[in-house]
């Protein structure tokens, strides 16, 4: 049988919860602004707005999934498993020699906690303290310490007190069987992404680069000819016209190669093949530069 305590989470997820509707409804918003409206600036400050939270969109979904899922199991055969994204531990009950809470817990170690960009696990190294297993969402009152034979974990279940009493008497009664010690702690992917500066750089570059050229395009529309060219002869001269609205279609496409690309990308530095996705991630970003002067060059021949 298990007694699951998922973790200290309510006010997080109101927070995520709310800021992805905000980010829905300005997507929505400004997809609507763009199309029931002809183009222009305002639909181009809409259109950088929808590209922005598309772009913030997945982190935030990713975050609410790990925060429901986020937990901490007691199992009457004697174990304790800590549930916290894909970083999992199996601790049998009788390593655990002490439960800490309050002010015997170090201000100083609750200060170096992981925060919001770590998605709140993590080693927490302070001098003079021992190494913490950080795996709370919470920095506050709520935190427990678990201070086993080999290390400390810090927790954070929503019923702190509820918590700490199961365990006390779970360990009392003692172990129903053996249980081998489990330590699964993956990296973070989004966290070595977002403080690996090429990678970072060469995924915001593309991103921004294509947004910002669907603006541009967006806010100049009202000054094209009706008659703008798009195909060209041997000569160079003008061999097709059609309306500049037609123009949209250059960031439209290079925003669908660009999601392709960072999903590819992605995929291949969780495989260990990181030349692979800075390759993938560099094609977005001179993608953008290339549809910048196909653009420019577009709009000059009048």
Known sequence: MLTR???ARTRL??????????????????????????????????LILAASGLFLLPP??????????AGYEIS???????RFGSWREILPVEEIEEIRSGGRISSAVRAAAPGWLEMWHGKVAVEGEATVDWLATDRGQGVLLLVTKHRHLAISPADPAGFATCLTELSARGSLEKTEPVSIQPPSILVEILKNPPALSLLLGGSIGIAALGSFLTAIQPSLPPDQPFRFDLAGEPASFGDPSRLLILPLAGGFIWLLNAILGWWAWRNGQRPSAYALWAVSFILAIGLWASGISLISIN
């Open 76 to 82: 009457e055969s004697g174990s304790l498993t800590l």
């Open 60 to 69: 935030i979904l990713y975050r609410i999934i790990f925060l429901l899922n």
């Open 13 to 46: 997820l109101i927070i995520h919860v709310l800021l992805g509707i905000f980010l829905w409804g300005t997507i929505g918003a400004a997809g609507w602004r763009l199309l029931a409206f002809p183009p222009d600036p305002v639909g181009a400050a809409g």
């Open 5 to 7: 305590f998922p973790a």
